[in-house]
C-alpha cells in the first residue's frame, strides 16, 4: 500500500519561498499520479498542482501559476512543491495524494486519489 508523508511545512514571511516534500513508500514516485491539494480551517480542500504518470505533464490552479512549481525525483522516491511568493491568502494545510492508475495527464479531481500523506502546515506571516 502507497504511504505518503509530507514535510517541509513551517512559518514564513510574505513574499518567501517554501519547498514542500512527499516522501512516498509502497510504491514508486515514477510508477504514480501525484498531487497537492490545499485547505484552510471550516473550508474545501482544493487542487493545487499534479504531475502526470510519465512525469511528463503537469498542471496547476490559477492562483498559483508562476509562483508554485511542481517536481519529482525518481533516486529520492520523494514529490515536492516549491512555493514562491507566498502571502497570507494562501491557504495553510497541505496534503500530498497519489494514484496507482495510470494517468496520462495530471489528475486535478481529489476523488480520484486513493492515497493520502495527513499533511502538513504552512503559516505565512504578514
Known amino acids: 500500500q502507497v504511504q505518503l508523508v509530507e514535510s517541509g511545512g513551517g512559518l514564513v514571511q510574505a513574499g518567501g519561498s517554501l519547498r514542500r516534500s512527499c516522501a512516498t513508500s509502497?510504491?514508486?514516485?515514477?510508477?504514480?499520479?501525484m498531487g497537492w491539494f490545499r485547505q484552510s480551517p471550516g473550508q474545501e480542500r482544493d487542487f493545487v498542482a499534479a504531475?502526470?504518470?510519465?512525469?511528463?505533464?503537469?498542471a496547476y490552479t490559477n492562483s498559483v501559476k508562476g509562483r508554485f512549481t511542481i517536481s519529482r525525483d525518481s533516486a529520492e522516491n520523494t514529490m515536492y512543491l516549491h512555493m514562491n511568493e507566498l502571502t497570507p491568502e494562501d491557504p495553510t494545510i497541505y496534503y500530498c495524494?497519489?494514484?496507482?492508475?495510470?494517468?496520462?495527464?495530471?489528475?486535478?479531481?481529489?476523488?480520484?486519489?486513493?492515497?493520502w500523506g495527513h499533511g502538513t502546515q504552512v503559516t505565512v506571516s504578514s
Open positions: 495524494p497519489a494514484t496507482t492508475l495510470f494517468s496520462t495527464e495530471p489528475v486535478v479531481s481529489a476523488t480520484a486519489y486513493a492515497y
Open positions: 509502497g510504491g514508486t514516485v515514477s510508477n504514480l499520479a
Open positions: 504531475i502526470s504518470t510519465s512525469g511528463r505533464s503537469t
